[in-house]
């Protein structure tokens, strides 16, 4: 089955991003979800399709009945975390291609900022080897993982506090050109991050993704559909999945700074037919700055211990040779594993980011990385 | 020894949980015990069923010397748990084992130089007791001989 420009996303919708809202997150869902449909120009009965993931049982079928979705419809699962959104055109391109679904929507929102309260570690703290061997170390949470991994790519590569400092302006310096992000009114100058005192040295808070609320949602057809729909078609070029070969514990990973990137970026440029040298814009998982130099890395755009000088001279920004994270990211707009950075990639592709357009964008990729799993996505601008 | 005051009251583990408790049951005795398969001669790090080298099922608890070196490290400003609160900077740290460097233990590191610690630092494990039940162990950065 060949699954390259098969299908197209021809609606995207966003909510506000909040710190905490009070509207609880069914809600944000149905508001994002409906959003997309209207920018489609489709009505809740004509999806037959519906990826949620992180959705629970109850979310889901609330979903289905409050939007209105009837009768037989197709439902996957796709993978957890940054992943999840990045990896669901796989899973429509094979519904839609085998017929077991003509229109499929993807929600994702998340109410970490109401409903954790920040204690976004719950989760490893739930493992029982982590909880015995690590926690007590002070191994935990997330920031203290990925810390060591920016400990390592400095003290191996001669990586420096002001290239991880440079991924922070970045983000918010396309902050500020969006009108939905939650820093866009907060510039930073690399002065004001290096002065910033250490949360997990070498993390400064301006190295940590956000926790907030707010949800996103987009829609997929075949390319034939997508034709008569309102929108500029955005279509799916090339989608690869992998994972780790050591498991769950970052802490043993024999290659401890490579992400599965490595095997998914490979697979989705080779359905493409592309490489690294095609792509226009990039959004990736930046929960951490130096995650934005290991994925670089990794899906090939620079060599491997090369993220950092990579990232310096504005190269990722807007107006340089690369921009990556185009609305803020998950450093600077919203974290909801991904979904923001999909909404920027389709809006920058259709020539609609406004005062964020990546001139003569035409192919975006998408990273969506979550420890253990990746995905990448190439995306292109329809004929 | 460290004063067993400074360690933290919560977040300890539970010495009792059967997958782990030969591992402190080790330093309880003054020493550090791996898994490693009777088969194939491989630790099994964390503990589990199966030997990711040969899928045996058979992991003695073996002890091994203590002496490693510094894979990673992390100089931790903010308490992300209560118990952390009145020892905060501490450094947490990633250590590999001499006898496999598969072999990484999450640990905090003492005796920390002035320079800070450095990639492949030697360091050797120290028991630092908490109570009748339970001691951690902890890895000093030690001079190279030479």
Redesign the interface.
């Known amino acids: 089955m060949q699954l390259s420009e098969r299908i197209a996303i021809v609606g995207i919708g966003e909510t506000r991003y909040e710190r905490a809202s009070t509207r609880g997150l069914m809600a944000l869902l149905l508001e994002a979800a409906r959003a997309a449909l209207a920018d489609a120009g489709l009505a809740a009965r004509d999806v037959d399709g519906i990826i949620a993931p992180g959705a629970t049982y109850q979310e889901l079928h609330e979903l289905a009945r409050e939007l209105g979705v009837r009768g037989q419809f197709f439902n996957a699962e796709s993978w957890s975390g940054g992943p999840a959104v990045v990896a669901a055109p796989l899973l429509a391109a094979l519904a839609i291609e085998a017929g077991l679904a003509t229109t499929v929507l993807c929600v994702r929102g998340l109410a970490w900022g109401s409903e954790r309260r920040g204690n976004v570690?719950q989760f490893h703290a739930e493992m029982?080897?982590k909880?015995?061997?690590?926690?007590?170390?002070?191994?935990?949470?997330q920031?203290?993982h990925f810390?060591?991994?920016a400990?390592?790519h400095m003290?191996?590569y001669g990586t420096t506090e002001a290239q991880l400092g440079a991924v922070a302006v970045a983000a918010r310096r396309h902050a500020a050109l969006s009108d939905n992000a939650l820093l866009g009114g907060k510039p930073l100058a690399l002065a004001d991050y290096l002065a910033a005192?250490?949360?997990?040295?070498p993390f400064r808070v301006h190295d940590c993704c956000l926790v907030n609320d707010g949800a996103g949602a987009f829609v997929m057809t075949s390319v034939a559909r997508a034709r008569d729909l309102r929108q500029p078609p955005v279509v799916v070029l090339g989608v690869g999945t992998g994972v780790s070969e050591d498991g769950e514990?970052s802490?043993?990973r024999?290659n401890?700074l490579a992400t599965p990137a490595v095997h998914s970026a490979p697979r989705a440029f080779a359905m493409a037919g592309l490489t690294p040298a095609d792509v226009d814009v990039v959004t990736l998982y930046d929960n951490f700055t130096s995650m934005v130099l290991q994925q670089l890395e990794d899906l090939g755009f620079c060599r491997h211990g090369e993220g950092g000088a990579f990232v310096e001279g504005g190269r990722i920004e807007i107006g340089g040779a690369l921009p990556v994270n185009p609305s803020g990211g998950q450093l600077a707009q919203a974290f909801v594993l991904m979904m923001n950075n999909l909404c920027e990639t389709v809006r920058q592709l259709r020539g609609a980011a406004g005062p964020r357009q990546v001139r003569d964008a035409e192919v975006g990729l998408l990273s969506g990385y979550s420890g253990t799993q990746h995905a990448t996505l190439l995306l292109g601008r329809g004929g | 020894m460290a004063d067993a005051r400074e360690i933290p009251v919560r977040?300890?583990?539970?010495p009792g949980?059967p997958?782990?408790a030969p591992?402190w049951e080790g330093c309880r005795a003054g020493e550090l015990r791996i898994p490693r398969c009777r088969a194939c001669h491989r630790f099994v790090?964390?503990?589990s069923a199966v030997c990711p080298g040969c899928g045996g099922g058979d992991h003695p608890w073996t002890r091994v010397s203590g002496r490693g070196r510094v894979?990673?490290?992390?100089?931790?400003?903010?308490a992300?748990?209560p118990g952390?609160a009145d020892r905060i900077?501490?450094v947490?740290a990633?250590v590999e084992l001499e006898e496999d460097p598969?072999v990484?233990?999450?640990?905090?590191l003492r005796d920390v130089p002035g320079g800070g610690p450095?990639?492949g630092m030697p360091v050797e494990v120290t028991f630092e007791p908490v109570d009748d039940r339970l001691v951690?162990p902890?890895f000093r950065c030690v001079t190279p001989r030479g």
């Open positions: 570690g029982p080897n909880a015995s061997f690590e926690i007590p170390f002070g191994w935990y949470p920031v203290v810390a060591g991994m400990r390592r003290a191996l005192p250490y949360i997990a040295d514990y802490s043993l024999a401890y | 977040h300890l583990p539970d949980w997958v782990a591992f790090w964390y503990p894979f990673t490290w992390v100089t931790v400003h903010r992300f748990l952390f900077p501490y947490t990633l598969r990484r233990l999450a640990t905090f450095q990639l951690l902890a």
